[in-house]
């Protein structure tokens, strides 16, 4: 069976780091993070052929995705229009996917083993917080009754997620969606329209099947995810007392230098300088020609390529976009005085985390100036510059510059 993968999204939502690159290219441990999607459905035993995509980013997909058919959503219209696209390219029974979830291979395996012909088939799962999402009622059977898109009273919290399997003859649904309230044409009226005529099969994944990139701070958990299964690998150079312990892997042309202490797993590309005296903790990730350097300590944080962290900083739980430069004794706060979760403003409305440890989010071509303290869950805009000795509690916007006393 092939699938296609739905990456026509701008990626409004993990901004301040998708403010230069889109969310299928954010790199997560050397590579995009499609093609971590892509490679757990080659696991699965299914074909991976069909990518649709926004006509702004043809080339950059063409450039790098080279062995598939790129389809191209013209305009924004929603899940629906990219489902259609997909479904009539192929002309056959296709598992699609959005380009927002991390789906493991096992869930993708048993949903296609599911499959047995049905005009659909279609993944759930439980969530804490099913108010974000299309909550799903099923039969007794097991065949799905109705989805309610985003309920402010959902009866429980099982939703689809995003991952699903059509037969070409589910295209008759697709085509006869209308425009939304939110002027999208939603995939769940076309399921819902499907499900008063045919049995639409529902497989039920586990939690730890599947992972969720909507919000800056998920890069963080799904790092984590991808590193469980990290492999030792020392390409670079390591110099003479330095202490490692747990799983790391050193790419090409990087060295780490003495005194340094490494607990892994810790994922360094290539060209990177590491040291003296820096101390890694376990789930950090550092990209190409990146630079931790003198008395820097870095934790389960994910570093992009051409950030420099050189000199007596700390960085925690936190995501710095490329070619990113921190000042001398710049310190990313991830702990709320009073201890409590920590909330992050997207779009202008503030988001509770859950999390308790939480950092910052700095998008690229930041700098910022020597002894600069940024508040958790702050964000920082791409091209911003931070005054010396400033304490940042509010967010950044792009290209600002930002004062004590802004």
Not at 132 to 140: A, C, M, Q, R, T
């Amino acid at each position: 069976m092939n699938s296609a993968f739905l990456a026509a999204g701008l990626s409004t939502r993990l901004k301040p780091i998708t403010h230069r690159t889109p969310k299928p290219f954010l790199q997560f441990i050397g590579k995009p993070f499609l093609t971590h999607l892509i490679e757990q459905h080659q696991e699965s035993g299914v074909d991976p052929k069909y990518i649709v995509i926004s006509p702004s980013f043809k080339d950059l997909f063409k450039n790098y995705f080279l062995n598939f058919e790129l389809l191209t959503q013209d305009k924004p219209l929603g899940t629906a229009d990219a489902a259609r696209i997909a479904l009539q390219a192929s002309g056959k029974p296709l598992l699609v996917q959005y380009g927002d979830n991390l789906v493991l291979s096992s869930a993708v395996r048993r949903l296609s083993e599911a499959h047995r012909g049905q005009v659909a088939t279609v993944g759930v799962l439980r969530v804490a917080d099913p108010t974000k999402y299309g909550v799903v009622e099923i039969s007794k059977e097991g065949n799905l009754v109705k989805v309610t898109e985003k309920p402010y009273n959902p009866i429980h919290n099982l939703v689809l997620a995003g991952v699903y399997i059509f037969e070409p003859d589910f295209n008759q649904y697709l085509e006869n969606v209308t425009l939304s309230p939110r002027r999208e044409l939603e995939l769940t009226d076309a399921l819902n329209s499907a499900a008063v005529k045919s049995d639409i099969n529902v497989v039920i994944l586990n939690d730890n099947e599947w992972y969720d990139l909507t919000y800056p701070w998920d890069i963080l958990r799904i790092n984590n995810v991808l590193m469980q299964d990290l492999q030792a690998k020392v390409e670079g150079e390591i110099q003479s007392s330095v202490h490692i312990n747990g799983v790391v892997s050193l790419g090409t042309g990087s060295v780490i230098k003495s005194g340094s202490y490494i607990e892994g797993p810790v994922w360094v590309g290539r060209d990177v300088t590491i040291g003296p005296n820096a101390y890694l903790r376990p789930f950090t990730s550092i990209a190409d020609n990146s630079k931790i350097g003198n008395a820097c300590e870095v934790k389960n944080s994910v570093i992009y390529a051409g950030v420099h962290i050189s000199h007596l900083s700390y960085v925690g739980d936190s995501v710095i976009a490329e070619n990113t430069n921190l000042g001398a004794g710049t310190i990313t706060a991830n702990l709320r005085f009073d201890e409590k979760p920590i909330n992050v403003r997207v779009a202008d409305k503030p988001i509770n985390t859950g999390l308790v440890k939480l950092g910052c989010f700095i998008g690229p071509g930041v700098k910022t100036g020597v002894n600069v303290t940024i508040n958790p869950g702050v964000k920082i805009g791409a091209g911003a510059r931070i005054y010396p000795g400033c304490v940042v509690t509010r967010d950044v916007l792009e290209n600002e510059f930002y004062t004590c006393n802004s």
